[in-house]
Each structure stands twice: as C-alpha cells, then as structure tokens.
C-alpha cells in the first residue's frame, strides 16, 4: 500500500547538502562521490578530518530539525517499561545518536552503527570523554561497527522499534554500485522491526523517485508494509523528506 503524507516541518538547525563538498581534500571529495558504497573510502574520509579535536560531522542537518519526526514516533511506540531499541545506520560521526538517547523522554538503547571502526572508534572516544546525561535513566547508547546489508546478523527479528537513516541510503544509491545495497538494507529493516516499529529515510531525492523505488524493495521483502512520505522543510533552496517505512501487522 503506498501511503504519500506531506506534513511542514521547520528546520532549525541544518547542514546543507553541499557540506561534502568544501571538504579540504579534492582528491577525498571526488573518490567519495565515486564510492561512496566502499568501506575503504569512508575509513580514509574519516581518517583524514580527524583534526585531533573531535567535532561532529552532519549530513544535511542536524537532529534538531527532524526531532519532530523522531519524538513522537518513541512515545506512541512505547508501550512498556523496557527500553525501546533505536538504531541509527551509517551514523558516521553524527550526533543524530547520541542525541536521541540524550532527549528522548521514554527509555531507549540507541545503537549508533557504522561500517567505518573509524567513525565508530571517534564516536566511542568522545562519548568517554564528553559524557552526556539521559533524560531517561534506563536509556543507554553503543557504538558499533556493523555492516548494516546484514542486520539479521546482529539484532532479532522484531527486535527494533526505529531505525534511523540520515543520509546513508543517498550515499548508497548515488554510488556507482551501491543501488542493490541500499536496497538489501531496506528488506534487512523490515526483518529486524517490528510491527509497530518504522524506517524513517531522510533525504533531499523527489519522492516521485523515491517513493517507486521503495515501494518495489519493499515488495522483495517477506515483510509487508507500508511508505509514506513527509516533507520537512526547505534549506538553501533544497527541500528535504522523511520516507517512514512500516512493516504492517498480519491480519489472519
């Protein structure tokens, strides 16, 4: 079932889109746009701009532009005391996590998942060093590195009540061979939430585009579910969408 909700969101505090491009390594930037599907590059890309003091590094923007769409999503979805398991895919060294575990009022664990033991070494670090207080005193946080094309072999099935991808499925499919794995992590996601549990893609593609392509991944998958689509809000003359994603619940 294709579901297209449109819903104005404000964007308070944004990274374009362009941020990639006035990295200072020329030959990083152009191997990055060419690869972006390959463990090698994202491990030199984070390599190269770890300047010995650790700043994090948004794709788009940052959490408190799409907090409105998170939020609402951990309260309806908590029904019981234990906490609810967050994962964020490609996290990089985003602050999107961290964040999540630190403002979510419900009791989360949020794994913050990385194909890069860079990214997930500098992300581990500064929490050592910067630690940050939960609003809720049952919520905890990991780093992990993790191919996220093999979810199943890390979490349950049903196991997952959000999954959050900020940037790494654009990565993925304007890759010269990253298509097919952006899509093996779609089929992996709905196997691993669970039913009242939802994919939120966020991403500046048309959902004339993006819409059709998830929704033909989605029919590969063994798991029914639903898409929609969110608009949230213009930034330097982009505008930027939730894609939510949800397995639907059986009905016999």
Known sequence: ??????????????????????????????ELI??????????RFYTENDKGTFKNFEWFFGFHAIQDCI????????????????????????????CIYRHSECAVRV????????AVRLMQEDAENTPVQPCNPSSTLVFQEMD?????????PGSLALIVDKGTTDALVRSKEGR????????????????????????????????LWLEKESRGSEVESEVGVYEIG???GVTYFCYQITPCIAHH
């Open 34 to 43: 060419e690869n972006m599907d390959k463990k090698a590059t994202w491990d």
């Open 234 to 236: 213009q930034i330097r």
């Open 148 to 156: 996220c094309t093999e979810l199943e072999g890390h979490f349950r």
């Open 111 to 118: 794994t913050c998942a990385d194909i890069s033991p860079v």
């Open 1 to 30: 079932m294709l579901r297209i909700l449109r819903a104005s969101l404000c964007l308070r505090r944004s990274f374009g889109k362009d941020a990639l491009m006035r990295c200072h390594h020329t030959s990083l930037t152009n």
């Open 71 to 98: 939020q609402p999503l951990l309260q309806t979805t908590s029904s019981t005391k234990a906490p609810l398991h967050v994962l964020d895919i490609g996290c990089g060294t985003s602050a999107l996590g961290p």
């Open 180 to 211: 097919a794995k952006a899509g093996q992590i779609v089929r992996q996601c709905l196997k691993v939430l669970r039913p009242s549990g939802h994919l939120l893609q966020f991403s500046d593609e048309d959902p004339d585009a993006r819409l």
